[in-house]
């Protein structure tokens, strides 16, 4: 049922908006990418189906950030289809499309490979990943690997969403992240929201709004 609304979700976008291309990472995982430059930042969602409401919530950002590039509108300030013209932003809102597995084995970093996978063959700029709902913003330890100043880029998430800091994480969110950084050099965040209940859900997503922009456009 998840697979199928998404899907259609997909496909809505993609039916609407000439410039959204649907693909395949590893021939199973969904994603869509808009843009015409290369090493795309990449927003990512979706940590197993329980967090359905993190693939809703990226879905809708990018169908938003599709139709202010159409009608030349600008978002947290910033002149969308002008930034498209030198940046490419990739949408994947299921890291981890659910298969069979034991009820209750959580995910592992070997169920994240496919997508690890990408991210360092395709030199992606960076990584904004949205799950959970512990309120807060982890990012790994700043290292030499990463080209991008990830402090500044930390600090400007921070002050967009009004989530606060994560010195550690063990989640498996934070754990991609950490393993993006240091692995691959691209800096990374894993946003968590304050909640990820259905009715906040448009909260959530104004609240987030300039922190996507922020990190996709500049």
């Given at each position: 049922?998840?697979?199928?609304?998404?899907?259609?979700?997909?496909?809505?976008?993609?039916?609407?908006?000439?410039?959204?291309?649907?693909?395949?990472?590893?021939?199973?995982?969904?994603?869509?990418?808009?843009?015409?430059?290369?090493?795309?930042?990449?927003?990512?969602?979706?940590?197993?189906?329980?967090?359905?409401?993190?693939?809703?919530?990226?879905?809708?950002?990018?169908?938003?950030?599709?139709?202010?590039?159409?009608?030349?509108?600008?978002?947290?300030?910033?002149?969308?289809?002008?930034?498209?013209?030198?940046?490419?932003?990739?949408?994947?809102?299921?890291?981890?499309?659910?298969?069979?597995?034991?009820?209750?084995?959580?995910?592992?970093?070997?169920?994240?490979?496919?997508?690890?996978?990408?991210?360092?063959?395709?030199?992606s700029s960076m990584l904004i990943l949205l799950g959970g709902s512990a309120g807060q913003v982890f990012a790994p330890a700043a290292n030499e690997r990463c080209h991008l100043d990830g402090e500044t880029v930390r600090k400007i998430i921070l002050a967009c969403s009004k989530l606060a800091p994560a010195a550690q994480s063990d989640g498996i969110g934070a754990?991609?992240?950490?393993?993006?950084?240091?692995?691959?050099?691209?800096?990374?965040?894993?946003?968590?929201?304050?909640?990820?209940?259905?009715?906040?859900?448009?909260?959530?997503?104004?609240?987030?709004?300039?922190?996507?922009?922020?990190?996709?456009?500049?």
């Amino acid at each position: 049922m998840f697979m199928s609304a998404l899907w259609d979700t997909i496909f809505e976008i993609n039916d609407r908006y000439k410039a959204a291309e649907v693909f395949l990472i590893d021939n199973h995982i969904p994603a869509l990418r808009f843009g015409n430059a290369d090493n795309p930042v990449v927003f990512a969602a979706g940590l197993g189906a329980a967090q359905w409401q993190s693939s809703v919530l990226l879905l809708r950002f990018f169908d938003t950030l599709l139709a202010d590039a159409v009608t030349g509108k600008s978002m947290a300030g910033i002149a969308v289809k002008k930034a498209f013209k030198k940046r490419s932003v990739v949408v994947v809102p299921t890291v981890c499309p659910p298969k069979m597995r034991y009820e209750g084995e959580p995910l592992k970093m070997k169920d994240m490979a496919p997508f690890a996978k990408y991210l360092a063959y395709h030199r992606s700029s960076m990584l904004i990943l949205l799950g959970g709902s512990a309120g807060q913003v982890f990012a790994p330890a700043a290292n030499e690997r990463c080209h991008l100043d990830g402090e500044t880029v930390r600090k400007i998430i921070l002050a967009c969403s009004k989530l606060a800091p994560a010195a550690q994480s063990d989640g498996i969110g934070a754990k991609l992240c950490t393993w993006a950084s240091e692995t691959a050099g691209i800096p990374s965040f894993f946003i968590s929201p304050e909640s990820s209940e259905i009715a906040d859900i448009a909260y959530t997503y104004k609240a987030l709004e300039e922190t996507f922009a922020v990190s996709a456009l500049l």
